[in-house]
């Protein structure tokens, strides 16, 4: 069985945001980091970043469509992931 190209995921945070921690911490816990290619973006590296989601952190986009925002939880991502890149 061939796996499709890896997801893209964007997480958009910022430092000191415990929000943007625990949704790491849940995607490491989902056991699925071969499915995917992770960018972590510092929202205060860019003013129009900023503006979009300064009360919005964390955000997680995942081949350019936004998929979670705030929280997620481990097997909810896992699920998400592994239904775009398994044929």
Avoid: Q, W
Avoid at 33 to 39: A, G, K, P, Q, R
């Amino acid at each position: 069985m061939k796996l499709k190209p890896k997801a893209r995921v964007v997480l958009y945070s910022k430092p000191g945001c415990h929000l943007c921690e625990e949704m790491k911490e849940e995607m490491n816990r989902a056991g699925c980091s071969d499915l995917y290619e992770l960018e972590e973006v510092n929202i205060e590296d860019a003013a129009d970043l900023f503006a979009r989601y300064r009360y919005e952190i964390p955000v997680l986009s995942i081949n350019g469509v936004e998929a979670f925002r705030y929280h997620l939880r481990a097997d909810e991502f896992r699920n998400y992931v592994t239904a775009l890149v398994r044929p």
